[in-house]
């Protein structure tokens, strides 16, 4: 039997489907017989969130069983770090994937193939390939499902290629799933609700949620594995639209995946930071020599004072630099206040000078443009932090680092700020 015939008509559950998926794309990789050009590799931003696990597992699961092309979800993660989410253990754990680190293709499996083995490639919940992912030849990527800012690549290639706005990308997934006349898994329906629950605080009105996300978790909820024990609404042709479910469950999941997802005093300040983290490389045609630098935005659920004080976010961040090889640093922080309850965002920069991109690097040219340029920026709103407006060590300057540190406006997450930061850095002028 080949691949395409064993995945397509072989186990029905979510969690079959991975083990399989995963069992044989491996061995088409190993054998070297040139099987694992035939697979579609699908795969979510690096910063292993929830919403983008689900949609890389999901949209896989349509190509394979939906349009009859293998297709295998790779996790851009170590094997380890899914422990550094306990949201997503608890969301995989409700759709019958127990083994997850068994059952999932991360990159700690594919990361001794050279070349990659593999050259077509879909991208989920981000629209830019990883330049890690290197095979022999060109790489092709064949389709896109994404609701961040569009970089207007493989506009020839990509089909379909859907970049619009949403406050989940799997909700995306989901328009496409429910054109199908395949009967998807409840194991499937019950991760794709969560990580858009997840995504949108519950659906809450004035939120993040858009139509697109309301008539995604409309759709899912009656087929998940939830729908037996939840009371539906009854609809009428009068008022077909709107949710067929009582909130009552919705909010309830919601708090579930929230506290797990908040949850994150067993971290240190390393896994703080490359927790929720996301990778940038920027040419910057300002500079003489056009040099490429590399940025990283690490996403924190907590703020600075309990974890970074006494020269903490200094440390921990060069050390993460380091090892990332990065030029600059955006610490986002999002956490509610004490008192009212209300969200608040900071945002802490540190730019490293001890490795210039070039011999003749000005770095003051790249401290005033990333100061000036998150200053000026409208809708990040930026002001001085009270605190730490130079760092948490006060202003003991560090050799080699340039720190500073705001509060912004609270519905700016790093969907709003990457794009901030790619137009500072890619100005002409």
């Not at 991760?191 to 004035?206: M, Y």
């Not at 300057?397 to 406006?409: A, F």
């Amino acid at each position: 039997m080949n691949v395409l015939n064993s995945l397509a008509s072989g186990p029905s559950t979510l969690a079959d489907f991975l083990s399989s998926s995963k069992e044989q794309y491996l061995q088409d990789a190993r054998n070297g017989s040139g099987k694992a050009k035939e697979w579609t590799v699908v795969m979510g931003n690096e910063a292993g969130d929830l919403d983008t696990i689900a949609s890389s597992i999901a949209f896989a699961w349509l190509r394979t069983k939906a349009l009859n092309e293998p297709s295998i979800s790779l996790l851009r993660m170590d094997r380890d770090d899914l422990n550094l989410r306990a949201e997503n253990l608890h969301a995989l754990a409700l759709a019958g994937v127990s083994h997850s680190k068994d059952q999932l293709l991360f990159v700690t499996d594919v990361i001794n193939f050279h070349p990659f083995p593999s050259h077509k490639f879909a991208l989920v919940d981000h629209n830019r390939l990883s330049s890690a992912f290197t095979p022999e030849g060109q790489p092709l990527v064949v389709a896109i499902v994404d609701h961040h800012a569009d970089e207007n690549l493989y506009v020839d290639s990509a089909e379909p290629r859907i970049i619009t706005s949403s406050g989940s990308c799997a909700s995306h997934i989901v328009t496409l799933l429910s054109s199908l006349t395949v009967e998807i898994p409840p194991e499937l329906a019950t991760l794709l609700l969560s990580a858009i629950l997840i995504d949108t605080d519950g659906l809450k009105p004035g939120g993040k949620a858009i139509d697109v996300d309301r008539k995604a978790a409309d759709f899912l909820l009656p087929r998940s594995t939830f729908a037996s024990s939840v009371n539906m609404l009854e609809t009428t042709d009068a008022a077909p639209s709107g949710p067929v479910f009582k909130p009552e469950f919705i909010q309830s999941l919601s708090d579930e995946l929230s506290t797990k997802k908040n949850d994150v005093s067993h971290l240190g300040p390393r896994d703080l930071l490359r927790r929720d983290y996301k990778e940038y490389e920027f040419v910057l045609p300002w500079h003489a020599a056009e040099p490429q630098i590399r940025a990283g935005l690490s996403t924190v659920p907590i703020k600075l004072e309990d974890w970074a004080v006494d020269g903490g976010l200094e440390t921990e961040g060069e050390a993460w630099m380091k090892e990332r090889g990065l030029h600059i640093l955006g610490v986002l922080t999002a956490y509610r206040g004490a008192t009212k309850g209300k969200r608040k965002r900071e945002m802490a920069w540190i730019i490293r000078t001890d490795t210039p991109p070039t011999d003749d690097f000005d770095f003051d040219a790249l401290t005033e443009r990333l100061w000036s340029g998150l200053e000026a920026d409208s809708v990040l709103e930026l002001k001085e932090h009270k605190r730490f407006a130079h760092g948490t060590q006060g202003p003991i300057s560090v050799p080699g680092l340039r720190v500073r540190c705001y509060m912004q406006n609270p519905h700016a997450t790093r969907k709003v700020t990457a794009p901030v930061l790619k137009a500072i850095m890619e100005a002409q002028t």
